[in-house]
């Protein structure tokens, strides 16, 4: 069965500091890879996915992941962090069909 | 189409009550989730439709659920005899299962459940 785990609840970083949320994943299957991002009483937004294309993914707001075969990892990085990314953050995977959701990486962003 | 639409926003229900959702997912996407979320926690996953097929159902999914999707277009969640337990926000999402893999899942605003 697939599941994945965000090894952190809660990140805090100051302005202009990098990002780093972390998500390790297993799943029996090559599996399709997301990162969702949450804001307080918004839907959920798709930042990026991994498809067993280009192990370096690029997504929107200058986030990236990069999806790690041998370290089952799909961290979420940004190399600057702005007040609006402050939001809740999702790994998520997919292999066959479900989608299943890790438990989120609540991110904060110190002036 | 403007994406996926879930109707209602709100819904307050008396305990023992009966609910029904509706979730219209993108129109060209053959794949349709249900999950659950409660404050603080990720997305649970309840079930999920190819076309008008439901493929997996999760074991949070008691007897009380029933997930519909008729003729592959729109799916309804019904909650019989809700109890206080049952108060969530319900997320619907779509998708295009494709050869290969799936694409991204759209997911609609959501259904706040509150059972009193």
């Known amino acids: 069965a697939q599941s994945v785990t965000q090894l952190d609840s809660h990140v805090s970083v100051s302005e202009g500091t990098p990002v780093l949320l972390r998500c390790n994943y297993s799943s029996s299957y090559s599996p399709s890879l997301f990162w969702y991002v949450q804001h307080p009483n918004k839907g959920l937004q798709l930042l990026l996915k991994?498809?067993?294309?280009?192990?370096l993914v690029k997504g929107i707001n200058g986030f990236e992941a990069e999806f790690k075969k041998s370290e089952t990892s799909f961290h979420l990085t940004k190399p600057s962090a702005h007040m609006s990314d402050a939001a809740e953050y999702f790994c998520?995977?997919?292999?066959?069909?479900?989608?299943?959701f890790g438990a989120g990486t609540r991110l904060t962003v110190k002036p | 189409d403007t994406g996926v639409s879930q109707d209602p926003r709100h819904k307050i229900t008396k305990r023992g009550q009966n609910v029904t959702f509706r979730c219209d997912p993108i129109?060209?996407?053959?794949?349709l989730y249900w999950y659950r979320q409660t404050l603080g926690q990720g997305p649970e996953f309840l079930t999920y439709f190819q076309n008008e097929a439901q493929l997996e159902k999760s074991r949070l999914l008691s007897d009380r659920f029933s997930a519909e999707r008729p003729k592959g277009s729109f799916s309804t969640l019904e909650i019989q005899r809700t109890e206080q337990g049952d108060s969530a926000m319900y997320l619907c999402?779509?998708?295009?299962?494709?050869?290969?893999?799936?694409?991204?899942?759209?997911f609609g605003q959501g259904t706040r459940l509150t059972v009193v």
């Open positions: 129109s060209e996407h053959n794949r």
């Open positions: 991994y498809t067993s294309a280009a192990t």
């Open positions: 998520v995977v997919s292999d066959r069909g479900d989608m299943r």
């Open positions: 999402a779509s998708s295009l299962r494709g050869q290969m893999l799936n694409t991204e899942a759209f």
